[in-house]
């Protein structure tokens, strides 16, 4: 069975920083794009980051631009997220998808699964 599981979700003040993981399993995790999307309540998913099947190129939607950095260890089968600089918008589900289409300069991406996702929470 494919699979994503999401971690490292939690509260933070605003300033402060967290490291979200993803662990794949069920397919070959290093021959695939993978995204972080984010979902706020009562709003739509939000693409975060791409990051290539070998990890050598990155790209980022520009509310994250800067404060976030994502990466892959492809022996382990684990994306990461790590976020600094955190904000108050930034609260939201996070969770990982794999991607089979993308347009990455206009920050479009179809995907075909998606794991269930971390909450984080930014506030004081």
């Known amino acids: 069975e494919e699979q994503f599981v999401e971690s490292g979700g939690g509260w933070v003040q605003p300033g402060g920083s967290l490291r979200l993981s993803c662990a794949a399993s069920g397919f070959t995790f290093s021959t695939y794009d993978i995204n972080w999307v984010r979902q706020a309540p009562g709003k739509g998913p939000e693409w975060v980051s791409n990051?290539?099947?070998?990890?050598?190129?990155?790209y980022y939607a520009d509310s994250v631009k800067g404060r976030f950095t994502v990466s892959r260890d492809n022996a382990k089968n684990t994306l990461y997220l790590q976020m600094n600089s955190l904000k108050p918008e930034d609260t939201a589900l996070y969770y990982c998808a794999r991607v089979i289409w993308a347009h990455k300069t206009a920050g479009l991406y179809e995907y075909d699964f998606r794991g269930q996702g971390t909450q984080v929470t930014v506030s004081s």
């Open positions: 990051i290539d099947s070998d990890g050598r190129n990155t």
